[in-house]
């Protein structure tokens, strides 16, 4: 009989950033968020009788960098009042390249473009409405 052998399914798994790299990365991020994504898609914080969206940031999980909404209800009977919404994940899949995605209202996540540089993604999601905020 043969030895069982480990298989890793997810290919990105393999695909380890450095420190310095993470924190490049999350720099950019950060900066772009400031620059261009609060000012463009939340100059204020508007109070509605729905839910509205209070901020905009971004935060790692695992290999991704997703790129959320932060909404608040005033509604007395909201299960919460406050949430999170992801709207755009940046993939890395290898030194300054990423697959950009963007979160559909099912909560999947769908794959638009690959092997992108930050450059470019950060540009597509700026100039492209599926990755949008609010």
């Not at 399914?9 to 620059?35: H, P, Q, W, Y």
């Not at 559909?104 to 409405?129: K, Q």
């Amino acid at each position: 009989m043969g030895r069982a052998s480990r298989v890793n399914v997810g290919t990105r798994a393999r695909n380890k950033m450095s420190a310095g790299e993470k924190l490049g990365i999350t720099a950019a991020c950060e900066k772009f968020i400031a620059d261009v994504l609060k000012p463009g898609f939340l100059p204020e914080i508007r109070p509605t009788e729905f839910n509205y969206p209070v901020a905009i940031y971004g935060q790692w999980h695992g290999n991704t960098y997703r790129f959320i909404t932060r909404y608040r209800s005033d509604d007395l009977h909201a299960y919460e009042s406050e949430f999170d919404e992801p709207f755009a994940r940046l993939e890395y899949v290898s030194r300054d390249r990423f697959d950009l995605s963007y979160r559909r209202h099912t909560d999947e996540w769908l794959r638009m473009f690959r092997g992108v540089s930050l450059a470019e993604a950060l540009d597509l999601i700026e100039n492209t409405p599926h990755f949008h905020p609010c």
